[in-house]
């Protein structure tokens, strides 16, 4: 696609629900990351994957946080167990070279009630 | 070790003024320094990036300053417009990795 599409937009969901947030990047692009910024703060990395490959998943704040890529296109990030602090706009990038030349989605801003 | 500072965190200029942001990181292992602009409801996008072996970059109105030894680099936004009122952040990469500075708001009133 032209840019890296993220979906759904917005998404409400009552504390202790699972959640999958889900990014399509840019077509070719070998590399997908994951970021999450919370208000007036920069993104913070939580994982990234080259082609199928999870090469870094340091940022993932514990295990209720996973991620997969499984035929190195699509991606998702899956929350299980939300709670109130999960709330943050989670960000998706993709980048040809990996070489900080990162295009970014325009979120999915998840709230935890 | 990990960590980008960035400096300051909101900034008002006039129309043709000339805006400057400061980072700083401590971590040497980083190889590669961009800067970020977002709008808001909008990702992230590059604008300008610079490698350690370069003291300056200048691309149109927007230059890198870069001090290696000193580990701080800064951008400069010469003749400063009202379209360019953005959130700025740094960056620095690690192991394929963004590490973003803490941003800074920038206002540029007519």
């Known amino acids: 696609g032209a840019g890296v599409s993220q979906s759904p937009r917005y998404k409400v969901t009552k504390r202790g629900q699972d959640v999958a947030l889900r990014c399509d990047p840019i077509?070719?692009?070998?590399?997908l990351y994951w970021y999450r910024q919370a208000l007036g703060q920069g993104p913070e990395f939580l994982t990234y994957f080259n082609y199928e490959a999870q090469q870094d998943k340091s940022g993932l704040p514990n295990d209720r946080f996973s991620a997969e890529r499984p035929e190195g296109s699509i991606s998702t990030l899956t929350i299980q167990r939300t709670e109130q602090r999960d709330s943050a706009m989670y960000r998706c990038a993709s980048s040809s070279t990996g070489v900080g030349g990162y295009t970014f989605g325009s979120g999915t801003r998840l709230t935890v009630v | 070790q990990q960590q980008v500072k960035q400096s300051p965190q909101s900034l008002i200029v006039q129309k043709g003024g000339i805006s400057i942001i400061n980072c700083a990181y401590e971590n040497t292992a980083f190889d590669y320094f961009p800067w970020y602009q977002q709008f808001p409801g909008k990702g992230p996008a590059l604008l300008i990036a610079i490698r350690p072996d370069v003291s300056e970059k200048k691309e149109g109105r927007f230059t890198i300053s870069f001090n290696k030894s000193a580990k701080q680099f800064s951008l400069h936004i010469m003749d400063s417009q009202p379209g360019d009122s953005a959130t700025y952040f740094c960056?620095?990469?690690?192991?394929?990795?963004?590490?973003f500075g803490t941003g800074t708001r920038l206002q540029v009133f007519p």
């Open positions: 960056a620095a990469v690690v192991n394929d990795k963004l590490i």
């Open positions: 077509s070719g692009h070998v590399s």
